[in-house]
T-cell receptor, first 112, second 115 residues
Framework: KAGVTQTPRYLIKTRGQQVTLSCSPI?????VSWYQQTPGQGLQFLFE???????NKGNFPGRFSGRQFSNSRSEMNVSTLELGDSALYLC???????????FGQGTRLTVV | QQQVKQSPQSLIVQKGGISIINCAYE??????FPWYQQFPGKGPALLIA?????SEKKEGRFTISFNKSAKQFSLHIMDSQPGDSATYFC??????????????FGQGTILTVHP
């Protein structure tokens, strides 16, 4: 069974730009969650989608958004990038949300 | 309170020794407690998990001990190997209400196993 696939692996963007990250979950998993990982803040929950609906959202500004498609693939978008958005963005898929969550390798975003 | 507190921040163990990482939580609604292992440049990998109705779970060299009354749980790595050197995260999940999909993570423990 293929694992969670995140693309791209690395991104360099300029302040003020926007970026879209993609996540393909494990086949059969309907829940996709997104996390931001930084050395200072650790792993922080962004949001969770299940069957194309956002069910939960963390404490991040509205510049961070996401969506899920009918095939369970998910994208997250960050608009008006700030230097502080530089982080490893991780996607996790699970059958129904939270439990048995498997992570992708992440997308390393650098904002310059 | 949604926090999960993890200790120590870093741990150095000799090959063959026992590595012990501790976590404490506050929210008694948490009902699933996984541990993740992360190598540099990789995403966290699910190691082992436990539910609060079980006091201990063992998988190979990895054991979770769970103390529901103290709201604490710990990861024990027996016969630690240099290949176990990684960052370990404990986490907690509440599957109900509006907490879908949200893993609350500890701050992580950097484990170094010396040969």
């Amino acid at each position: 069974k293929a694992g969670v696939t995140q693309t791209p692996r690395y991104l360099i963007k300029t302040r003020g730009q926007q970026v879209t990250l993609s996540c393909s979950p494990i086949s059969g998993h309907r829940s996709v969650s997104w996390y931001q990982q930084t050395p200072g803040q650790g792993l922080q929950f962004l949001f969770e989608y299940f069957s194309e609906t956002q069910r939960n959202k963390g404490n991040f500004p509205g510049r961070f958004s996401g969506r899920q498609f009918s095939n369970s693939r998910s994208e997250m978008n960050v608009s008006t990038l700030e230097l502080g958005d530089s982080a490893l963005y991780l996607c996790a898929s699970s059958p129904s949300g939270g439990q048995q969550a498997f992570f992708g390798q992440g997308t390393r975003l650098t904002v310059v | 309170q949604q926090q999960v507190k993890q200790s120590p921040q870093s741990l150095i163990v000799q090959k063959g020794g026992i590595s012990i990482i501790n976590c404490a939580y506050e929210n008694t609604a948490f009902d699933y407690f996984p541990w993740y292992q992360q190598f540099p440049g990789k995403g966290p990998a699910l190691l082992i998990a436990i539910r609060p109705d079980v006091s201990e779970k063992k998988e190979g060299r990895f054991t979770i001990s769970f103390n529901k009354s103290a709201k604490q749980f710990s990861l024990h790595i027996m016969d630690s190997q240099p290949g176990d050197s990684a960052t370990y995260f404990c986490a907690a999940v509440y599957a109900g209400g509006t907490s879908y999909g949200k893993l609350t993570f500890g701050q992580g423990t950097i484990l170094t196993v010396h040969p």
